[in-house]
């Protein structure tokens, strides 16, 4: 997926005030001094890039799961959909968040067979546990 992008990034110093506001409160919450190139693409649509941002921030944040499961997570939904991008940033949020090399190891085995295990169950249908079933 690397590769030219399919438009133009928009750096700060192009970016109108809208972009620059999320801009700045990214780097603000992140603790950073650089934008990423997501965001600099989904610029092109301000409400987009606000958007998403003021999702993800919302998700991302702090909750009832640990911010390294959240990234781990991420990791296993972005390499399940074949999005190299994500899978590189989350890897290296979730490694700046203290996830070791064992750990990823071991979450991209359990993705390969969750992978593998779903398809299976998808193509020959079996009924679903009743014991499974949610009660109440």
């Known amino acids: 997926m690397s590769g030219k992008p399919i438009v133009p990034l928009i750096e700060y110093e192009m970016a109108n005030d809208t972009v620059r506001a999320v801009y700045d409160d990214i780097m603000q919450t992140r603790k ?6 997501f965001w600099k693409v989904l610029a ?3 409400a987009l890039l606000k958007r998403t941002w003021e999702t993800l921030r919302e998700v991302m944040g702090q909750g009832a799961l640990d911010p390294l499961v959240k990234e ?5 939904v972005s390499a399940t959909n074949g999005c190299e991008y ?7 949020s979730a490694r700046a968040k203290g996830m070791s090399e064992a750990q990823l190891m071991e979450l991209l085995a ?7 295990t779903n398809r299976l169950a ?15």
Do not use: K
């Not at 950073?32 to 190139?37: H, Q």
């Open 72 to 76: 781990m997570i991420y990791i296993a």
């Open 32 to 37: 950073t001094d650089w934008i990423n190139n």
């Open 122 to 136: 998808n193509a020959l249908r079996p009924p679903v546990d009743v014991q499974f079933e949610p009660r109440g």
């Open 44 to 46: 092109h649509d301000p």
């Open 110 to 116: 359990v993705v390969g067979m969750a992978n593998e």
């Open 86 to 92: 994500c899978t590189y940033s989350h890897t290296a």
